[in-house]
């Protein structure tokens, strides 16, 4: 019977040998990061278009982006993530064949990417359409005025403005994705939590083991809420509340 | 690839065992969430220091760490917390949906506890004074003039979080517990039909979210003209 607190059994040898569980949970945390950026980056990249898009004055553009945000928004990411790894395979014969050929980390990385990104586009979608209403229509009525057609106006005008005001609640969006993560255990992806997991059901460690998860996400959170307060305060706009007064 | 719809009727009932239990797992957690939220909201409102920063601890915790991180916690640590309160000879076995129904209520607490900690403070500060004028104690101005307005304010945002609640009961599928989605799983796996049984679930989820989350904005629109 072990201890009932042990902190060093992160310097134990792993059952196979060669590395210690500290070593586990670093690998852990490289596949939290690596899944939340990529997944971020196709989350940022959907969702200003699908946010825009529901802005415009193209009833159909308007309705496209509208469904893509429900589609996303309705279905539980759990059951999503299945979707992408276990059922949407099956329908695209190239992809399928890619997932059986393949070390099987690389199909659950992919799978997870998407899923998250595409969930995520869905919310930061949201953010991006409120951030361009919250705009004065003067704004792109000046615009058009000055005989800027209507890409040229969203170029120009008001996805510059829209972006700076939303950078708090995509900031939130941020840490929910890094959280969301988490769920890519389940379709196998040896992330932070399924590391800890692991550690615990191999030591019977579980407190020390999920502490150590637990202080890493609120490390991991508070880095990128720094990170994100600072581009904030870069790019305010001058005279807005939210510009810093000067 | 031969698709077979016929398994979802063939087993209709024991995921109609596992939907009553997402069900009951949601309005259990969502009614006690909602108690034990207003509760922490009334704590990190109060004039006590000790008292706030223990709530506002307890809620940035809850809410800087993973829902599944939280469900492996609860359901690795509490047999071995209650063996160490009762002291008794081995951990008790509290079983995967008695731990999801814990830990879901002590999680969404911390939610709930956001939204109606705004919803206390949307009340203008004249009403509290008015009650304390009127020789209310501070327990009677709460339950009798503010927290039925807050309450009322946030009945949109509260039933957004419940919708967004009866979604993720679905990750008590990482503790093997058997919900709608738990069941559909092991029927899938079972039979080998992954994709009849996930694309069914997504498609029940999806109705009623929608349903439902359709239902929300009317009745938002409704509040908004009466208020």
């Known amino acids: 019977m072990s201890k009932l607190l042990d902190w060093s059994v992160f310097f134990q040898d792993l059952p196979g040998g060669g590395e210690e569980y500290w070593q586990l949970i670093v690998s852990g945390v490289y596949w939290t990061l690596g899944v939340s950026a990529c997944?971020?980056?196709?989350?940022?990249?959907?969702?200003?278009?699908?946010?825009?898009?529901?802005?415009?004055?193209?009833?159909?553009?308007?309705?496209?982006?509208?469904?893509w945000v429900e589609l996303f928004r309705n279905i539980p990411l759990l059951v999503q993530m299945f979707l992408w790894y276990f059922v949407i395979p099956e329908f695209v014969p190239p992809l399928k064949a890619w997932i059986v050929g393949t070390?099987?980390?690389?199909?659950?990385?992919?799978?997870?990417?998407?899923?998250?990104?595409?969930?995520?586009?869905?919310?930061?979608?949201?953010?991006?359409?409120?951030?361009i209403q919250s705009l004065s229509r003067g704004q792109?009525?000046?615009?058009?005025?000055?005989?800027?057609?209507?890409?040229?106006?969203?170029?120009?005008?008001?996805?510059?403005?829209?972006?700076?005001?939303?950078i708090p609640p995509l900031t939130s969006e941020t840490m929910n994705?890094?959280?969301n993560s988490s769920i890519a255990l389940t379709i196998g992806l040896a992330e932070l939590t399924f590391r800890s997991r692991e550690m615990g059901e191999y030591t019977f460690h579980f407190f020390e083991a999920f502490s150590a998860a637990t202080l890493i996400y609120i490390a991991i959170g508070m880095t990128a809420n720094r990170v994100m307060a600072f581009v904030e305060k870069r790019v305010a706009v001058p005279g807005y509340i939210a510009g810093g007064g000067k | 690839m031969n698709l077979d719809f016929e398994v979802v009727v063939r087993t209709l009932p024991y995921?109609?065992?596992g939907f009553l239990y997402t069900v009951q797992l949601t309005v259990i957690a969502s009614i006690g969430g909602l108690f034990f939220g207003t509760l922490l909201a009334l704590a990190r409102l109060s004039p006590l220091k000790v008292l706030s920063n223990v709530a506002a601890g307890y809620v940035n915790l809850m809410r800087s760490i993973p829902l599944v991180l939280v469900l492996f916690w609860f359901f690795f640590l509490m047999p071995t917390v209650l063996q160490l309160v009762t002291g008794g000879e081995r951990p008790p076995q509290i079983g995967a949906e008695r731990t999801a129904i814990i830990t879901f209520v002590m999680f969404e607490a911390a939610y709930f506890c956001e939204i109606m900690r705004a919803g206390i403070q949307s009340i203008p500060k004249g009403q509290v004074y008015s009650a304390y004028a009127l020789g209310l104690t501070y327990a009677q101005s709460m339950r009798l003039v503010v927290l039925p307005q807050a309450f009322r304010n946030m009945i949109p945002i509260?039933?957004?979080?419940?919708?967004?609640?009866?979604?993720?009961?679905?990750?008590?599928?990482?503790?093997?517990a058997t919900d709608f989605t738990g069941a559909a799983s092991k029927i899938a796996q079972r039979d080998g039909r992954l994709i009849e049984m996930y694309t069914f679930v997504a498609v029940v989820y999806f109705v009623l979210c929608y349903t439902l989350s359709y239902a929300v904005k009317r009745l938002q629109h409704r509040i908004a003209v009466i208020r």
């Open chain 1, 39 to 67: 997944a971020w980056l196709i989350a940022l990249a959907v969702g200003s278009i699908v946010g825009t898009i529901r802005t415009t004055t193209e009833p159909w553009m308007v309705r496209l982006g509208n469904g």
């Open chain 1, 103 to 131: 070390d099987p980390v690389n199909g659950q990385f992919a799978a997870a990417v998407l899923c998250l990104g595409l969930f995520t586009s869905a919310r930061v979608a949201e953010q991006v359409r409120a951030g």
């Open chain 1, 140 to 166: 792109r009525n000046a615009g058009m005025a000055l005989g800027l057609t209507q890409p040229q106006v969203y170029r120009f005008v008001l996805l510059p403005m829209a972006f700076r005001i939303v």
């Open chain 1, 177 to 179: 994705l890094i959280k």
């Open chain 2, 15 to 17: 995921l109609w065992g």
């Open chain 2, 158 to 176: 509260l039933l957004t979080q419940t919708i967004i609640l009866f979604q993720d009961t679905s990750l008590v599928y990482v503790i093997s």
